[in-house]
């Protein structure tokens, strides 16, 4: 084979739905639910894909739609990682396009009747989401970020996960263990030996990612397994349930006088990350 080397393509990423299962699952809903993953293009060290953060928000995107009566959209998967451009094969985007490619899909699924966007995210340096999903509410729309930091947290705990969401930043444990549970093809020999910490990264913004790692990893890979990373997961889907909940409330559930659970995502930097680049990412 011509080349620099043997590639490994992954398949089954994009749905497949037709017009007619769209009509279908929306038929008897007041507000119908879409889902976007949005992902990234970086390096993740050199035992997991350029793809990873991609993957990841597909994983937490595919689980959600098997569990809610959600519309799953095909992922973005070139995004914001200006701060990984030190390494070869990472692509960025700038966030202001980001932005726009985000209000556009929102704006189009209204148009089809589609009112409530989930922003599945995979990639914690997407910091612009957040100021999607307020501008969007800002107007009266109906639109999320997720997971937030609780939810990570909440998934971590579940899952056993030893490292901390500050140490665990970059193609650490939790993302390792995602992978290992979803894409296990994917994970390349060397994360066993991988670890690194710098949890004291202050000038990451300024500096970028590779002021405080040579290998691109910031966290414990070690730890990942295919076990951990399929109770992420599940708990991930559990807590999806308030954000359903929120972007479906109507106006009849309103005036019953219950509050619905706020999910909490689009406050900080790690908010809404799936893998918070303040964290993880």
């Known amino acids: 084979m011509s080349g620099s080397g043997e590639r490994t393509a992954v398949h089954g990423l994009l749905p497949a739905d037709t017009t007619e299962d769209v009509r279908t699952r929306g038929a008897d809903r007041a507000v119908q639910v879409a889902v976007l993953p949005v992902g990234s293009f970086e390096q993740h060290g050199p035992y997991l894909p350029l793809a990873t953060d991609t993957l990841v928000a597909c994983a937490m995107a595919r689980e959600i739609a098997a569990a809610y009566p959600v519309h799953l959209l095909p992922p973005v998967t070139i995004a914001c990682s200006h701060e990984h451009a030190a390494w070869p094969g990472t692509v960025s985007i700038s966030s202001v396009t980001l932005h726009s490619v ?86 390349r020999p060397g994360y066993e030996s991988a670890d690194f910490t710098a949890d004291d990264r202050r000038h990451l913004l300024t500096l970028g990612m590779s002021a405080y790692t040579d290998s691109g990893v910031i966290g414990r890979p070690s730890l990942g397994s295919a076990e951990k990373g399929e109770e992420i997961l599940a708990s991930l889907v559990d807590s999806f349930g308030a954000y359903f909940s929120l972007l479906t409330a109507t106006a009849a559930d309103s005036s019953g006088g219950g509050a619905v659970d706020s999910p909490g995502a689009g406050a900080g930097e790690s908010a809404g990350t799936g893998a918070g680049e303040g964290e993880r990412g």
Not at 148 to 166: C, H, K, Q
């Open 102 to 187: 985000v209000r556009d899909i929102a704006a189009s699924l209204r148009r089809s009747g589609v009112e409530a966007l989930v922003l599945v995210n995979g990639h914690g340096g997407n910091y612009v989401l957040g100021n999607v999903v307020q501008e969007s509410s800002a107007r009266g729309g109906r639109m999320a970020l997720f997971p937030a930091p609780e939810d990570w947290e909440a998934a971590r705990e579940r899952a056993g996960v030893a490292t901390s969401l500050l140490t665990d930043m970059h193609a650490g444990e939790i993302e390792t263990s995602i992978l290992l549970h979803a894409h296990p093809e994917l994970v």
